[in-house]
């Protein structure tokens, strides 16, 4: 990769191409390279100080930086949302420091860059999607120390991840555990699937997209390489189950996507609408109509597209 | 006849490392057998050792020197120099000792320590319980008390809780210290049939016993052990 | 000491469990404990009796595993080849201890997740080794708490509900319900009450001979010692001073030590 060239009248700062200096891009290509080559292990790696703080997907856009070039399309989604702040103000310094191309299709991009969704529409070979990972250490909650849990995953003891889910479904009938739900990855290492709601773990499994990790203030990366076996823990008899809803989309009559739910007025009333705003709005261009798209049109919650 | 026992050149003497190194010579050269099928009955003075003989051919105390030969699944083995399992295997299925006293196990109701040694050599549950049922009946232990630990028990309940687990079966040696101390007439009575039945059985008898016509009707042979006294 | 010299009875199991060989362990100038040899056999139960300090804990750290001695080898036949147990890789050891053997800790606290309900306390090993059906966990748990005499509505309950003799029993269910072949305990009667005691006591005491299950118990109380083990090795000062069947040891003593050990109790 080449040095970005500033010309001199421009009043950018001199960053880098995509912000980083070649041989941190260079660390972090060999953290991803070793990632691919385990699938699910987490390989430590030297996080940089990004301009924002940690905990704002710091990691996701460190390993973004490292894998971005000028012919890629990048799509950035915090909550299935291309417009929410985190998420434009991450498109927005790509734009700024590796001239991106930037997209909200999830068909066009060629990276995606998410926190909390995995997009509706299926991912295809060639896609990378980058999750920004707050907590990559799956066992962490029930093994405080960091030594014991390299040793837990170094010898794949992972009967006390079972007993975590036993101890939900004897307490409450069904394990409780709704997102950050445990994944056997190429069925050897425990893996944190990042804060993605259950509902998108299947997506993962055999997925033709390679799916990157990165945890910016843990220091940790890994890597699930396309076409690699992914398994929501459970048990034989609690098998896993996603999350279902009674009603489809008010919006876009979707009744496969995962649904947020929105409240609409002040006397309680809500609607649930599609958590992927593309998603929910490519279908209301192909002349899909939830039941509460007037209402919601006529109350400014959306602009009701024209088919 | 089969010889059972054979006590070969036995000597025992006490070293009491706390007392100034006090020895207390008991024995010496103490030789003798016993057959299969009799009762042969240990004599001599109180404290002349009779006990103490009865705990080392039990393997209980360790002899001085000498070698103690116990007759095992058909084969001689000494039961000084053996190892600590296989005593408690000879102790487990050839080697029984009834002393005057029950070791009380907690919360253990008296019918389960009468089934236990019929569980340890095999039996089903249901052929223990109605053994040990039989064992207390004939020993007049009332049956309100067979599912009670005997913790509470009198001294002769206790005893009696205590003969019928040794005698609800037989071991081929019985070693017996005073079974009869605190017992009225009629389970002493009891208690020197079991002692007949078993001999008449087959097995060996080696007793002690203090009340001399119990001591007449069981005895098929007498051995005074004063003369195995150590002059000190 | 071989078994086959004295008594060549094929009836008997053909090799020991553990064979412990020259075990010592020094803390720089200080002797944890010295040059150790025992073996013990399947179904046997070997109590370690001495003073606070004798090294009697320090012994059994090193046999369990828990800590490496400074000389000294400890083999374990749980297969067809003994294992080297100081040899073997770390992953080995943990596997087996958290399978073929066990260890009861003197304070439940160290044995038991206090934090995880009891059915998932006595559930871990099993999920350790792979059982993934919720429903046999479950029953086998409730099995096991019965058998400890817990009350089967408690299965859901954390150990930090339940009284000290509670959770030693289910600290006693955890370790049992993978089936070992050995087990360490450390005093675990220690810290409870005399008649929570006698129900523990009972309770091992039935367990280890329906189970046939082989034990170490360290113990500073004969009683324990009496009612329990088998064999008995009388530690001093990091030294075995004595060693034999319980009963021998206890009755007729012939260390100066063990006369004194047993010369100052009341009566066990």
Same mark, same amino acid.
């Given at each position: 990769?080449t040095?970005?060239?500033?010309?001199?009248?421009?009043?950018?700062?001199?960053?880098?191409?995509?912000?980083?200096?070649e041989?941190?891009?260079r660390?972090?290509?060999?953290?991803?390279?070793?990632?691919?080559?385990?699938?699910?292990?987490?390989?430590?790696?030297?996080?940089?100080?990004?301009?924002?703080?940690?905990? *704002?997907g710091?990691?996701?856009?460190?390993?973004?930086?490292?894998?971005?070039?000028?012919?890629?399309?990048?799509?950035?989604?915090?909550?299935?949302?291309?417009?929410?702040?985190?998420?434009? &103000?991450i498109?927005?310094?790509?734009? @700024?420091?590796?001239?991106?191309?930037?997209?909200?299709?999830?068909?066009?991009?060629?990276?995606?860059?998410?926190?909390?969704r995995? =997009?509706?529409?299926?991912?295809?070979?060639?896609?990378?999607?980058?999750?920004q990972v707050?907590m990559?250490e799956?066992?962490?909650?029930?093994?405080p120390?960091?030594?014991?849990?390299?040793?837990?995953?170094?010898?794949?003891?992972?009967?006390?991840?079972?007993?975590?889910?036993?101890?939900n479904?004897?307490?409450?009938?069904e394990?409780?555990?709704?997102?950050?739900?445990?994944?056997?990855?190429?069925?050897?290492?425990?893996?944190?699937?990042?804060?993605?709601?259950?509902?998108?773990?299947?997506?993962?499994?055999?997925?033709?997209?390679?799916?990157?990790?990165g945890?910016?203030?843990?220091?940790r990366?890994?890597?699930?390489?396309?076409h690699?076996?992914?398994?929501?823990?459970?048990?034989?008899?609690?098998?896993f189950?996603?999350?279902s *809803?009674?009603?489809p989309?008010?919006?876009?009559?979707?009744?496969?996507?995962?649904?947020?739910?929105?409240?609409?007025?002040?006397?309680?009333?809500?609607?649930?609408?599609?958590?992927?705003?593309?998603?929910?709005?490519? @279908?209301?261009?192909?002349?899909?109509?939830?039941?509460m798209?007037?209402?919601?049109?006529?109350?400014?919650?959306?602009?009701?597209?024209?088919? | 006849?089969?010889?059972?026992?054979q006590?070969?050149?036995?000597?025992?003497?006490?070293?009491?490392? /706390?007392?100034?190194g006090?020895?207390?010579?008991?024995?010496?050269?103490? /030789?003798f057998t016993?057959e299969?099928?009799?009762?042969?009955?240990?004599?001599?003075?109180?404290?002349?050792?009779?006990?103490?003989?009865?705990?080392?051919?039990?393997? /209980?105390?360790?002899?001085?020197?000498?070698?103690?030969?116990i007759?095992?699944?058909?084969?001689?083995?000494?039961?000084?120099?053996?190892? =600590?399992?296989?005593?408690?295997?000879?102790?487990?299925?050839?080697?029984?000792f009834?002393s005057?006293?029950?070791?009380?196990i907690?919360?253990?109701?008296?019918?389960?320590i009468?089934r236990?040694p019929l569980?340890?050599?095999?039996?089903?549950?249901?052929?223990?319980?109605?053994r040990?049922?039989?064992?207390?009946?004939?020993?007049?232990?009332p049956?309100?008390?067979?599912?009670?630990?005997?913790?509470?028990?009198?001294g002769?309940?206790?005893?009696r809780? /205590?003969?019928?687990?040794?005698?609800?079966?037989?071991?081929?040696?019985?070693?017996?210290?005073?079974?009869?101390?605190?017992?009225?007439?009629?389970?002493?009575?009891?208690?020197?049939?079991?002692i007949?039945?078993? @001999?008449?059985?087959? &097995?060996?008898?080696?007793?002690?016993?203090?009340?001399?016509a119990?001591?007449?009707?069981?005895?098929?042979?007498?051995?005074?052990i004063?003369?195995?006294?150590?002059?000190? | 000491?071989t078994?086959?010299?004295?008594?060549?009875?094929?009836?008997?199991?053909?090799?020991p469990?553990l064979?412990?060989?020259?075990?010592s362990?020094?803390?720089?100038?200080?002797?944890?404990?010295a040059d150790?040899?025992?073996?013990?056999?399947?179904?046997?139960?070997?109590?370690?009796?001495?003073?606070?300090?004798?090294?009697?804990?320090?012994?059994?750290?090193?046999?369990?595993?828990?800590?490496?001695?400074?000389?000294?080898?400890?083999?374990?036949?749980?297969?067809?080849?003994?294992?080297d147990?100081?040899?073997?890789?770390?992953?080995?050891?943990?596997?087996?201890?958290?399978?073929?053997?066990?260890i009861?800790?003197?304070? =439940?606290?160290?044995?038991?997740?206090?934090?995880?309900?009891?059915?998932?306390?006595?559930?871990?090993?099993?999920m350790?080794?792979?059982?993934?059906?919720y429903g046999k966990?479950?029953?086998?748990?409730?099995? *096991?708490?019965?058998?400890?005499?817990?009350?089967?509505?408690?299965?859901?309950?954390?150990?930090?509900?339940?009284?000290g003799?509670?959770?030693?029993?289910?600290?006693?269910?955890?370790?049992?319900?993978?089936?070992?072949?050995?087990?360490?305990?450390?005093?675990p009667?220690?810290?409870?009450?005399?008649?929570?005691?006698?129900?523990?006591l009972?309770?091992?005491?039935?367990?280890?001979?329906d189970?046939?299950?082989?034990?170490i118990?360290?113990?500073?109380?004969?009683?324990?010692?009496r009612l329990?083990?088998? @064999?008995?090795?009388?530690?001093?000062?990091g030294?075995?001073?004595?060693?034999?069947?319980?009963?021998?040891?206890?009755?007729?003593?012939?260390?100066?030590?063990?006369?004194?050990?047993?010369?100052?109790?009341?009566?066990?």
């Amino acid at each position: 990769m080449t040095m970005h060239q500033v010309p001199a009248e421009d009043t950018k700062p001199a960053y880098n191409y995509a912000y980083l200096d070649e041989q941190t891009k260079r660390m972090i290509r060999r953290a991803l390279l070793k990632a691919v080559a385990v699938p699910g292990y987490q390989v430590p790696f030297g996080s940089r100080e990004m301009p924002l703080a940690r905990g *704002w997907g710091t990691g996701g856009i460190q390993v973004t930086a490292a894998i971005i070039g000028p012919s890629d399309a990048l799509k950035v989604i915090d909550q299935g949302a291309d417009d929410t702040t985190n998420a434009v &103000s991450i498109r927005k310094f790509f734009e @700024r420091t590796a001239d991106a191309r930037t997209t909200e299709a999830t068909e066009e991009a060629t990276i995606i860059q998410t926190r909390h969704r995995i =997009p509706e529409a299926p991912l295809k070979s060639g896609q990378v999607i980058v999750y920004q990972v707050p907590m990559p250490e799956p066992l962490r909650k029930l093994e405080p120390r960091e030594a014991e849990t390299r040793k837990m995953h170094a010898w794949a003891e992972y009967g006390l991840m079972q007993v975590k889910l036993y101890e939900n479904i004897a307490r409450f009938g069904e394990v409780t555990t709704t997102y950050d739900y445990p994944v056997l990855v190429n069925g050897r290492y425990v893996t944190a699937p990042s804060p993605i709601p259950k509902f998108d773990n299947p997506k993962m499994h055999m997925s033709p997209a390679l799916q990157l990790f990165g945890a910016g203030r843990e220091k940790r990366i890994y890597a699930i390489p396309p076409h690699t076996s992914v398994k929501s823990l459970d048990f034989e008899d609690h098998p896993f189950r996603i999350q279902s *809803w009674t009603e489809p989309c008010g919006l876009c009559g979707a009744g496969d996507s995962y649904l947020d739910e929105v409240v609409i007025d002040d006397r309680g009333a809500r609607m649930f609408v599609c958590s992927d705003s593309h998603y929910c709005e490519t @279908r209301r261009a192909e002349g899909h109509r939830g039941a509460m798209l007037g209402d919601a049109a006529l109350t400014g919650l959306v602009e009701e597209t024209k088919p | 006849m089969t010889t059972m026992i054979q006590v070969e050149n036995v000597a025992k003497t006490f070293t009491l490392h /706390n007392q100034g190194g006090t020895r207390l010579p008991v024995f010496d050269d103490v /030789n003798f057998t016993v057959e299969a099928g009799e009762a042969l009955v240990l004599a001599g003075a109180s404290g002349a050792g009779k006990s103490s003989l009865l705990r080392i051919l039990y393997g /209980n105390y360790r002899p001085t020197s000498g070698a103690i030969r116990i007759t095992h699944a058909g084969r001689p083995v000494d039961i000084v120099s053996a190892v =600590p399992r296989t005593v408690l295997d000879i102790r487990r299925r050839t080697l029984g000792f009834v002393s005057q006293f029950l070791r009380v196990i907690p919360r253990v109701s008296a019918l389960d320590i009468v089934r236990d040694p019929l569980l340890a050599r095999g039996a089903s549950q249901g052929e223990a319980s109605d053994r040990a049922k039989a064992m207390l009946t004939r020993l007049n232990l009332p049956e309100r008390l067979w599912n009670l630990a005997p913790a509470t028990f009198s001294g002769g309940e206790q005893q009696r809780v /205590n003969i019928a687990r040794s005698f609800v079966d037989p071991s081929p040696i019985m070693l017996i210290d005073e079974p009869t101390a605190s017992l009225d007439a009629a389970n002493r009575d009891v208690v020197v049939e079991l002692i007949s039945e078993a @001999r008449t059985a087959g &097995s060996a008898i080696v007793g002690i016993f203090h009340d001399e016509a119990v001591r007449e009707r069981v005895a098929t042979r007498y051995l005074d052990i004063t003369s195995f006294r150590k002059a000190a | 000491m071989t078994v086959h010299a004295s008594f060549p009875d094929a009836a008997l199991e053909p090799a020991p469990l553990l064979t412990v060989s020259g075990v010592s362990r020094f803390y720089g100038e200080r002797i944890g404990c010295a040059d150790v040899s025992f073996d013990l056999w399947p179904g046997e139960v070997l109590g370690i009796v001495g003073e606070s300090g004798s090294g009697k804990s320090t012994l059994l750290r090193c046999l369990a595993g828990i800590d490496k001695p400074d000389a000294g080898e400890v083999l374990f036949r749980a297969g067809p080849e003994p294992l080297d147990i100081y040899s073997v890789s770390e992953q080995e050891r943990r596997r087996l201890m958290r399978t073929a053997w066990g260890i009861v800790h003197q304070n =439940p606290r160290d044995g038991l997740r206090m934090d995880v309900t009891a059915g998932g306390n006595v559930g871990e090993r099993l999920m350790d080794r792979g059982d993934r059906h919720y429903g046999k966990i479950r029953e086998r748990a409730l099995d *096991w708490l019965q058998r400890v005499e817990i009350a089967g509505s408690r299965i859901d309950d954390r150990p930090r509900q339940f009284s000290g003799g509670m959770q030693q029993r289910l600290q006693i269910a955890r370790v049992l319900v993978s089936e070992p072949r050995l087990v360490f305990m450390d005093e675990p009667t220690g810290g409870l009450d005399v008649s929570v005691q006698a129900r523990l006591l009972d309770l091992l005491r039935v367990l280890v001979r329906d189970l046939g299950l082989a034990a170490i118990i360290v113990t500073h109380d004969l009683a324990v010692a009496r009612l329990l083990t088998d @064999r008995l090795m009388v530690m001093k000062d990091g030294h075995v001073v004595e060693q034999g069947l319980t009963d021998q040891v206890l009755d007729d003593p012939h260390h100066a030590y063990t006369q004194l050990l047993t010369s100052a109790v009341l009566s066990v």
